[in-house]
């Protein structure tokens, strides 16, 4: 079968991610539903897990923006890349996850915009359009293990190492395997040049969802945010019937941390810090 070398300069963008073996079929990408300072032992397990079964990359996803761009330039300058697994927990809010599968069945409009994406700014202003083709012709498939926000279950697919390792190692076969509801096998490289595209100039605020520029919006998108180190246990203790109602509150300065009593317990003192830091004038 086919396989080729990647672009000089490849990987052409810095991530979250760990390189592996150039000629892999397959990429691993894990979905960082929190910030740099907190990320779960889980989620990097499931990076290593996919670069030791022998992922060409296998890193972390965190917006439905400029990380997807960067995926996206990253497997452009390796064409071996025929396959991704995605895996870990979505993000509420930017939502990558759901962005990422959206582009690879709808791609983009005119405005750039991921076609059937419900996230917050699911446009991709930073890469030419032809590259964004490019990603959509050489991946053939993304094998969706997408757990849903919040999931703590490591034993469900997505949040799996040991299904990790079967899912890259179904894309390397010789003949065509089924894994899950897929069937995969390597297929050799795409059969055009690798293309070498780093990002200059990115933008500082994507364009917004037409929705994100309401009243009240810019409130909600925070809220998810501090919504994913509460406990989501909806416990309604708070007096809010959920959590994500309480987080909603907390954004807007009607409630304040002191009426989650599970955020006075040692366990949860890293995500009261982190949501103080986020509540921080």
């Known amino acids: 079968m086919l396989k080729v070398k990647p672009a000089e300069g490849y990987p052409p963008e810095e991530g979250r991610y760990v390189r592996g073996n150039d000629y892999s079929p397959v990429?691993?990408?894990?979905?960082?539903?929190?910030f740099d300072f907190a990320i779960p032992k889980e989620l990097?397990?499931?990076?290593?897990?996919?670069?030791?079964?022998?992922?060409?990359?296998s890193g972390m996803l965190q917006t439905e923006n400029i990380g997807i761009e960067k995926i996206i330039c990253n497997i452009a300058a390796n064409p071996n890349i025929r396959y991704m697994v995605l895996c870990g927990r979505e993000s509420a809010g930017?939502?990558?996850?759901?962005?990422l599968l959206a582009l690879k069945q709808n791609g983009i409009d005119e405005s750039r915009r991921i076609i059937g994406s419900t996230a917050l700014t699911?446009?991709?202003?930073?890469?030419p359009v032809g590259l964004v083709q490019r990603f959509n012709h050489q991946i053939v498939t993304i094998i969706n293990l997408l757990c849903k926000p919040g999931e703590t279950d490591t034993t469900v697919p997505g949040l799996n190492p040991k299904v990790i390792e079967q899912a890259v190692r179904a894309c390397y076969q010789e003949e065509?395997?089924?894994?899950?509801?897929y069937t995969v096998y390597d297929i050799g490289a795409y059969p055009e040049p690798p293309i070498y595209h780093k990002i200059t100039a990115k933008l500082e605020q994507p364009q917004a969802?037409?929705?994100a520029t309401q009243p009240g919006k810019a409130k909600m998108g925070l809220g998810l945010m501090l919504h994913k180190f509460l406990p989501q246990t909806d416990c309604q203790k708070c007096g809010k019937r959920t959590c994500l109602a309480f987080a909603i509150d907390l954004a807007k300065g009607k409630a304040k941390l002191d009426n989650c009593p599970y955020l006075s317990e040692p366990e949860f003192a890293e995500n009261r810090r982190a949501l103080s830091k986020l509540l921080e004038p």
């Open 44 to 57: 990097n397990e499931l990076v290593m897990v996919g670069v030791d079964s022998g992922a060409a990359l």
């Open 94 to 99: 930017h939502l990558p996850g759901e962005a």
């Open 122 to 127: 699911p446009f991709l202003s930073n890469i």
């Open 209 to 211: 969802h037409p929705e």
């Open 176 to 181: 065509p395997t089924r894994f899950m509801d």
């Open 27 to 34: 990429a691993v990408c894990v979905i960082l539903d929190t």
